[in-house]
């Protein structure tokens, strides 16, 4: 009896490690060489190109050139998709400066915005109903993604006209039902971003009174890639900063493949070509790699970088053993804010400048 | 050679026996976690058990940096009284209908079917348009949880009622009794244990349409908690709240069981004392 007992036990225990072993060994624990890689993106006016460079096989082009394949994958749930690539499932994924600093740099996970790709200029947005200003905001409820960059987009608005957050109660609500949430009488004010943003400023009764063309570059969306994979695989951000350029040359050109790249991305991000290019004239697209190498050289990321951590760090984003904003260094050209010795973020134009110079 | 299916456990090991997955479950995540926190100490997808411990603390028994409150205290309260709201309410429309529709034909043909199609609705699916009627409020938080549990209640409510034995019926009504009597003091005496467990069953459902109107459109709350900062991978805040959902929800329907044992023995004993 005793005997089938250990015997039970010692298979138990190398199930249990063999279980331990499985889960531990994610893709992220082998940073060495290797040819196969994931991107994944999510719907969104920037970022709609990704779709493209899967479907028309121009990253499929610009991997074979380099020896290396990938993977291009659309996630439904833009903070899952985040999430995931903090956990090692995706080596490259498309987030905003925001969430690139409290999703993977506060879980240690070191991050290169490697695509500096567009800011929002106008693509997000604070609404409230009737025939109103930014100070009627005060003392009502604002429906918004709490913790997003709507709800830094509204602490910015609120700065700009001396009130602060708790002038307003914040409500979070999820994004996929907003839209129906503002046909409601009890919601009166929102903050939110494109395509959600144009469907309320529609309805009838509505003011846009702040948005982000007021606060321009400080809502930057990225393609940020796992730093320790980049480094160990120039390769791959060689033929994704390739693959990317191409696009953006075929994007901002007024040809008939300029209009069939846009169609393609206006019918997958479930608008048309007017409806697109409608987001597209709010979205400050970096078409060449020369414009995204000077607005990462500028001091002025550095101070977006630093607004961006103190209200991350107020809102406790920054995990609780932060001390202070300055607890996670982020690097850029033109210098590093916060701690040095815990750089987790790096805004790296080396790849873009290379597109810029040709040398790709 | 004893056959397998004869062999009985002790009573310790049967005891060893259940907690065993929860200690393999244990174990797993102790060798994963390690793991990952070797790898990079900052990881927030399997976090130690000191940072669950800190994470309760901060959540449970400090006041917010922010406002002041007990977090976990006050998402527990809204939560609740949310839950028990919607709970309760279905309970008493579960049963008025429910025993109406089994007793009074007059009822039953035209609710039933209504009844019937309105449970089949899956409820997520009509979100936006509960949010334009009822608003963003308290109120379409616990209309959720009516609408996901109440027909279920109302179609079980009135099976038992339907499972009667007619016999007893007749019986009342050969005394002389009325319908109104019949049904308050035949009908419902015996339907109550079944309420009590239809409740038990739908208490699940009820928490999941909680947490999911609480993702939606919420200031506070259990399921905010947990939607809010899976915004920054809290897995350390999310865990726990986990744990604790599964503890409020265990506590309630261990009391539902013990009330209904106290007030109806009798239906207890004829299920053979082990029925739950």
């Known amino acids: 009896m005793m005997h089938s007992i250990r015997s039970i036990m010692r298979t138990l225990t190398l199930t249990v490690s063999m279980i331990a072993l499985l889960i531990t060994t994610s893709p992220a624990a082998f940073a060495a060489e290797k040819t196969d890689f994931k991107l994944a993106w999510t719907i969104y006016v920037g970022w709609m190109p990704w779709d493209y460079a899967a479907a028309s096989g121009i990253v499929d082009k610009w991997a074979d050139k380099y020896g290396i394949n990938i993977d291009i994958v659309q996630v439904n749930d833009y903070v899952e998709s985040i999430n995931q690539y903090t956990a090692g499932q995706f080596d490259a994924t498309v987030m905003t400066n925001m969430d690139a600093l409290t999703i993977p740099a506060a879980s240690g996970v070191d991050s290169t915005a490697l695509i500096v790709g567009d800011f929002s200029n106008g693509n997000d947005g604070v609404v409230l109903k009737g025939d109103k200003t930014l100070k009627d905001i005060a003392g009502q409820q604002v429906n918004l993604v709490e913790l997003s960059v709507s709800h830094y987009l509204l602490a910015r608005g609120l700065e700009s006209v001396g009130m602060s957050e708790k002038d307003v109660k914040v409500v979070n609500t999820s994004d996929a039902d907003l839209v129906a949430a503002f046909s409601s009488d009890t919601v009166t004010a929102v903050t939110t971003w494109n395509p959600l943003l144009s469907e309320i400023t529609a309805q009838p009764n509505t003011s846009e009174v702040f948005d982000s063309s007021m606060i321009p570059g400080e809502i930057i969306d990225l393609l940020v890639v796992n730093t320790e994979t980049l480094e160990a695989n120039p390769k791959l951000g060689k033929a994704l900063t390739g693959a990317w350029y191409e696009i953006m040359a075929t994007m901002s050109g007024t040809d008939a493949a300029a209009t069939e790249a846009k169609t393609f991305m206006a019918e997958a991000s479930g608008t048309d070509l007017a409806g697109y290019d409608a987001q597209l004239a709010s979205t400050k697209m970096f078409y060449t790699a020369a414009e995204a190498v000077a607005f990462t050289h500028s001091a002025d990321l550095m101070a977006t970088m630093q607004k961006v951590s103190e209200f991350s760090f107020d809102h406790g984003l920054l995990g609780e053993g932060a001390p202070d904003a300055t607890f996670i260094g982020i690097e850029t050209p033109s210098g590093v804010y916060g701690n040095t010795s815990n750089v987790k973020l790096r805004f790296n134009p080396a790849y873009m400048e290379m597109a810029a110079e040709g040398a790709l | ?276």
């Open chain 2, 1 to 276: 050679m004893t056959r397998i299916i004869n062999r009985q456990p002790s009573r310790y090991g049967r005891l060893a026996l259940g907690f065993l997955p929860f200690v393999i479950l244990l174990l797993v995540y102790i060798v994963a976690s390690d793991a990952r926190l070797a790898e990079n100490s900052a990881d927030k997808l399997l976090p130690s058990f000191q940072s669950f411990a800190d994470a309760v603390v901060r959540m449970g028994f400090e006041p917010s940096k922010r406002t002041g409150e007990y977090l976990l205290l006050n998402d527990t309260l809204s939560s609740l009284q949310r839950l028990m709201m919607g709970v309760g309410l279905s309970a008493f429309i579960g049963l008025v209908i429910g025993v109406g529709n089994g007793m009074v034909p007059y009822m039953r043909s035209p609710l039933s079917p209504l009844v019937t199609a309105i449970s089949l609705i899956p409820p997520m699916a009509i979100l936006p348009i509960l949010f334009i009627i009822f608003g963003l409020g308290e109120l379409s938080k616990v209309v959720l949880i009516v609408i996901g549990i109440c027909p279920i209640i109302i179609r079980d409510i009135q099976l038992r009622t339907d499972d009667l034995p007619p016999e007893q019926l007749i019986k009342a009504q050969t005394l002389g009794g009325s319908s109104w009597q019949i049904i308050v003091r035949v009908v419902l005496p015996q339907i109550m244990p079944r309420l009590i467990e239809a409740v038990r069953l739908t208490l699940g459902s009820a928490w999941l349409f909680l947490i999911a109107a609480e993702a939606i459109a919420a200031t506070d709350g259990l399921g905010y908690r947990i939607f809010l900062v899976r915004r920054y991978m809290a897995m350390d805040v999310i865990l726990p709240y986990v744990l604790w959902i599964t503890t409020l929800a265990f506590a309630m329907d261990w009391s539902l069981k013990r009330v209904s044992i106290l007030l109806f023995p009798w239906y207890h004993g004829t299920q053979g004392g082990g029925h739950d």
